[in-house]
């Protein structure tokens, strides 16, 4: 029998831009790693932009199976879509994962039992391969992180060797759309990643979790090739989503091939990334890479201050680097012409009205 699936995660979008789901070419590659699955699902519908709930719902409502993945940013939206597709046929299962979905929720199951039959927390990629290798009789004991109104037992381990999830980029997965949209008129936005986790432990932060504090590492051979992959494939911004990028040597190596694709493609135009706050000199290489290349590059490189109020940083489990590190790479990116943004949080606790005032005067004095 040939069961059928539709995947969902909405991005918004921003002028001309489309941003690739790539949570969901993930999912789905890894998935199709089963040969069970490859035999037995056929994938229906991607959704990753907001159109008519009610249009949509008619047309994934006939799928056996919705995924949908998580973000601050397209819960209500994706909720929404969801209670329209069970009120069309109450036997589709609707199944939600992402970094929107945790057991903090006291009222999750209060809210949306009613649209939504399993929730996967934490890491999801095995997780939903054994979902469709399971479908229908899912025996939630045996899938890591599954969540039902009387079910859960722990987070799902996270994957720990990241070479075992085949890139949705190098298997094509985004092909059809990105020939689509750019028919439309479209420029496309792509994210990737060269590591999961972060090493620190910010208290206001997703990543800052226990469970997210090991590192794991995609190899450098599938790095370079998805880099080479976004130039070919005229990928005008490119997303790093890595939560320390520039906190490993090899960063460098990347930035480089990245100058070098743009140089011969001439994509990506821009690529954005949330930088490093404790890795000066590998920064300023990277700064220095795009400039000698004279790529334009960069967008803008984060200064992640937060807050410059002492008992703040304490209390959230944070420390910034020392004032006179940051003027230098501040001076020596400014003669490079290397934008820079500054990113502060208010409110946070301890933070008072003065301490903000304070902080912000700091933050611009020093350039």
Known sequence: MVYHISLVQINELVGRNIRLPYSLGVLWQQAMTSDYNQQTWHLDHIVYKRLDIQELAVALSQSNVVCFSCYVWNFVYQIELAKAIKKLNANCFVVVGGPHIHTDHPNFWKNYQDCIDMAIVGEGDNSFKLLLEQFPSCDVETIPGAWTPTYFKDIAPRVTDLESLPSPYLEGFFDNIIDYEKSQGKLIEAMMQTNRGCPYHCSFCEQGKEYKNKLYFFSKDRVLKELEWMGQKEIEILDIADDNWGIHERDVEFMEKLCAVKTQYGYPRVF??????????????????????????IRGITFAYQSNHLPTLKAVKRFNLIPEKQIVLIKELKKLGTPTYTEMIWPLPHETYKSLLSGIDATIAIG
Request: charged share 30%; aromatic share 8%; hydrophobic share 40%.
């Open 272 to 297: 954005d990334a949330t930088y490093a706050k404790n890795a000066t000199e590998r920064v300023l290489e990277m700064a220095e890479l795009d400039y000698s290349a004279k790529t334009n590059l």
